[in-house]
């Protein structure tokens, strides 16, 4: 049996429904239902009776959760043993929109030997590395985590930015706000994409006109030739300053970047060797 599943069955068993467990474990309930099954076969036994009212566990299925719920516990206690013990590198995953200038240049040499960095371009993404054991901590969008057996720090807080042409007629407002892109072409990376996610989770009743694009250079040559405008993180207009376009912030939005871990020892120490 995969070690990584241990977590969805404890989950599946504790929300008794796939829907509602795929949502705090970051996956799809397709590939949940696909590890729940496999693990079932492991088993060579039926560990869960699934009804209209949802998915509940046999009386095999109680006696396996006992016994992974302490596996999971002396697992989760070892590692975090081992990296107390400071032997060990920290696996860290990052968006491309952060950036280590945050910190002195003098403290480069101290991250590169404690933490092992890996870049991927959205939080999703990265929420399934960390789910899956890949990753020890995560540098993320804090606000698109829902999972509520995570631990989560803030380092800081940076705004939306919309980006559009110089003839666009978002050049006359002193202000933009949501409303005002109603009948705006918004060009988004492919999805999973955590200004997709944003605008999904804040603008539900805003009917918005999207179209995705497989990258932001992409995005930024369509909106350089008038096919439409984009929204980024404030923290990546050093990508558009230079290609004469107009960028203004979208007021009332933010987002929380910080530090998201199952383990808030892990998170404290990376949080310790980011601020030595």
């Not at 789910?131 to 631990?151: K, M, P, R, W």
């Not at 978002?170 to 944003?198: G, V």
């Not at 230079?242 to 530090?259: A, F, Q, T």
Request: aromatic share 8%; with cysteine; hydrophobic share 40%.
């Amino acid at each position: 049996m995969n070690i990584e599943y241990i977590e969805d069955f404890i989950k599946v068993a504790e929300y008794q429904s796939l829907n509602q467990a795929s949502k705090i474990l970051n996956i799809s309930t397709p590939a949940l239902s696909k590890r729940i099954k496999s693990i079932e076969e492991y088993f060579e036994s039926d560990l869960f009776y699934r009804t209209s009212r949802g998915i509940f566990l046999t009386e095999n299925g109680k006696l396996v959760l006992n016994k992974v719920k302490t596996i999971k516990s002396d697992i989760d206690e070892l590692k975090a043993q081992t990296l107390k013990n400071g032997d060990s590198t920290i696996r860290i995953g990052l968006l491309p929109s952060f950036s280590l200038y945050k910190w002195a240049e003098q403290k480069k040499e101290i991250i590169n030997e404690n933490l092992s960095i890996k870049i991927e371009s959205n939080t999703q993404i990265l929420l399934d590395h960390l789910h899956y054991g890949d990753i020890d901590v995560i540098i993320g969008d804090i606000t698109a985590t829902e999972n509520s057996q995570l631990y989560s720090d803030i380092l800081y807080r940076e705004k939306y930015m919309v980006v559009f042409p110089i003839t666009s007629n978002l050049r006359l407002s002193n202000n933009i706000f949501s409303n005002d892109l109603i009948d705006e072409q918004l060009l988004l990376l492919n999805p999973p994409c955590d200004t997709l996610a944003f605008i999904q989770k804040n603008f539900s009743k805003t009917k918005m006109n999207i179209e995705h694009k497989s990258d932001l250079e992409s995005i930024l040559a369509n909106v350089k030739a008038e096919k439409g405008i984009t929204i980024i993180p404030q923290s990546l207009i050093m990508r558009v300053e230079s290609m004469n376009l107009l960028i203004k912030e979208l007021e009332n939005h933010s987002r929380e970047i910080g530090l998201i871990a199952y383990n808030e020892e892990i998170a404290q120490k990376v949080w310790n060797i980011l601020n030595e």
